[in-house]
């Protein structure tokens, strides 16, 4: 797999991780007995309620909010730290704020830019395994006569269940930004590969 392709598919892991239809709907807002699986589908009912009322005109104000309700399961940091490997313990605190930063609105940006991805023919949930403050939820999705296994990586995060980790058919988001960083790095400087992503980030303003 090439480094395109390797951050195609994380982008389109976090779409995936909301673009469930068929979902019964539930509260947004998590609570102490809701499930890690309770939490994910309470956002993907969020984001198929707003496409719907939508349509195809989505104004740039709902483009925002899909923004907030999409990447809200997910703990940046902690993908931030897993992307960045063994640089994250070279950077100061300010530059691990700076890049979990970058990083996050990067993603959020990527997330709006193509919405037909926020839907499937049919989803199933497994059972969570949960141990102490970690879950893994496996899903199926399906999709024009295709399938797509996405295993969440879970954890607590105060009282919520945050992802910090998706495994699509056996390849992990967290690594496939580790190996286009790693080799990015090995490049030039983990001070250029920033920039880079910074000039991207500018790019997408545009």
């Known amino acids: 797999m090439t480094r395109k392709s390797k951050i195609f598919m994380g982008y389109l892991a976090i779409g995936l991780l909301f673009s469930f239809s068929n979902v019964a709907p539930v509260t947004l807002h998590a609570t102490d007995d809701q499930s890690p699986v309770d939490v994910i589908k309470a956002r ?13 005109d989505v104004s740039d104000e709902t483009r925002e909010r899909l923004k907030d309700i999409i990447n809200s399961l997910m703990d940046f940091k902690e ?6 490997g063994k640089h994250w313990n070279e950077r100061t605190e300010q530059e691990r704020a700076d ?7 990067l993603i ?9 991805i926020y839907k499937a023919d049919r989803v199933e949930y497994e059972q969570p395994a949960i141990r102490g403050n970690k879950a ?14 996405i295993v969440y990586k879970m954890h607590k995060v105060g009282d919520e269940w945050k992802a910090y980790d998706l495994v699509i058919d056996g390849a992990s988001t967290a690594r496939n930004y580790r190996d286009s960083f790693y080799k990015q790095i090995a490049k030039s400087s983990y001070e250029e590969m920033y920039d880079k992503l910074v000039t991207k980030l500018a790019e997408d303003g545009k």
């Open 44 to 56: 993907n009912a969020a984001v198929e309620a707003i496409l719907k009322s939508s349509g195809d």
């Open 108 to 116: 959020r940006n990527s997330s709006v830019k193509k919405l037909n």
């Open 136 to 149: 893994t939820v496996t899903t199926i999705a399906h999709k024009d006569r295709k399938e797509v296994e």
């Open 79 to 84: 993908l931030s730290r897993l992307a960045l």
């Open 99 to 105: 890049f979990v930063d970058v990083f996050q609105q």
